[in-house]
């Protein structure tokens, strides 16, 4: 895979699980790891333990741990990413985004030529919600039986590292040309700013109306110059 990705685990609660990503991101060349509101208590006390604990399941990736840096929010970790694919098994959920699948993701990443890609894994117990996968360009899917349809967070990282760090070559051109895209960050900023503006106008905006704005944003595919030129707009 030719575009630099950068794995981001939203709320992760065991070490072991944080640990087996690492060790499968390095498996395959992968070593960008974002954590989201990992732990519940202390970060330093927790980091100790972390490490110590994440080190047993993370043999010969404890670069890829030691490298990890800890956000707030998804937008935050995926700042730097222009493109931010979300994953779900979709058995209790169906998403209003794009559905992927698993061998079709390389080449989606490649024709949106973006700078940096993000891949955000759901928490443990729960997956991702609908709300955090509007946040997302498009949903991946690992096909699974309906009797077991969830996948441990270490299988799921793995096979989407093998996927991607496999199928870099004859992935399809990119026809838009080379312009500056903008972050998922920026996208969630521009989101809160129209939806201040508007509810200034009157309007009530909820959860599902600035979910509503945001997926719109993101499938209208905007240019950096087109967001700041709507960031400006909105201020007037």
Request: charged residues 25%.
């Amino acid at each position: 895979m030719t575009t630099p990705l950068k794995f981001i685990l939203l709320k992760p609660r065991n070490p072991d699980n944080i640990g087996a990503c690492a060790r499968a991101m390095a498996n395959f060349g992968l070593a960008e790891l974002a954590l989201v509101s990992p732990f519940e208590s202390d970060w330093e006390e927790v980091k100790r333990c972390w490490r110590q604990e994440a080190s047993v399941s993370a043999i010969n990736a404890m670069d890829v741990i030691d490298s990890a840096r800890i956000y707030e929010s998804v937008p935050e970790a995926a700042a730097d990413c222009q493109l931010l694919l979300g994953t779900s098994s979709l058995h209790q959920i169906k998403p209003d985004r794009d559905v992927l699948l698993l061998k079709d993701t390389a080449g989606y990443i490649a024709q949106r030529g973006v700078e940096k890609a993000g891949i955000l894994f759901g928490p443990e117990k729960t997956g991702l919600t609908k709300e955090d996968l509007s946040l997302c360009s498009a949903v991946i899917n690992i096909p699974t039986q309906p009797r077991q349809p969830s996948m441990n967070l270490g299988q799921s990282v793995a096979l989407l590292a093998y996927e991607l760090a496999a199928r870099s070559e004859g992935a399809p051109a990119f026809t838009r040309g080379k312009v500056p895209q903008p972050s998922t960050y920026e996208i969630a900023r521009l989101t809160d700013g129209i939806c201040a503006r508007l509810e200034k106008l009157g309007a009530k905006i909820g959860t599902y109306q600035s979910t509503a704005i945001s997926r719109g944003l993101l499938d209208a595919r905007l240019t950096k110059e087109a967001v700041n030129l709507l960031k400006r707009l909105i201020k007037d």
